[in-house]
């Protein structure tokens, strides 16, 4: 069992950036890929980035490549966002995701509650 806390959203002007935080708790937290996916009002959750157990591997969505980097801390329990050159498109509330892979919502089991990320322009 894991449960995950996001934390780090706010509203922040285009071309600015943000650092989301998700803290997992449980013991098995690095044993887990982990992911962080994003919803939009009135659209289905999308994927964002992924990265695996040992933090070696990543991959990203097209739409954020370059400018957004995912990242984890398997001794602080911790998995980060680095989120530069926001656009208002960016606009979302942001989840963290622990399972098993994959670009799918049905590819993870444990879901943090998400956090809030406005951009103005």
């Known amino acids: 069992q894991v449960q995950l806390v996001e934390s780090g959203g706010g509203l922040v002007q285009a071309g600015g950036s943000l650092r989301l935080s998700c803290a997992a708790s449980?013991?098995?937290?690095?044993?887990?890929?982990m992911a962080w996916f994003r919803q939009a009002p009135g659209k289905e959750r999308e994927f964002v980035a992924r990265?695996?157990?040992?933090?070696?591997?990543?991959y990203y969505t097209d739409s954020v490549k370059g400018r957004f980097t995912i990242s984890r801390d398997n001794a602080k329990n911790t998995m980060y966002l680095q989120m530069n050159s926001l656009k208002p498109e960016d606009t979302a509330v942001y989840y963290c995701?622990?399972?098993?892979?994959?670009?799918?919502?049905?590819?993870?089991?444990?879901w943090g509650q998400g956090t809030q990320v406005t951009v103005s322009s």
């Open positions: 449980g013991r098995t937290f690095r044993s887990y890929p």
């Open positions: 995701a622990a399972g098993f892979g994959g670009t799918q919502v049905r590819d993870y089991d444990y």
């Open positions: 990265i695996t157990s040992s933090g070696t591997g990543t």
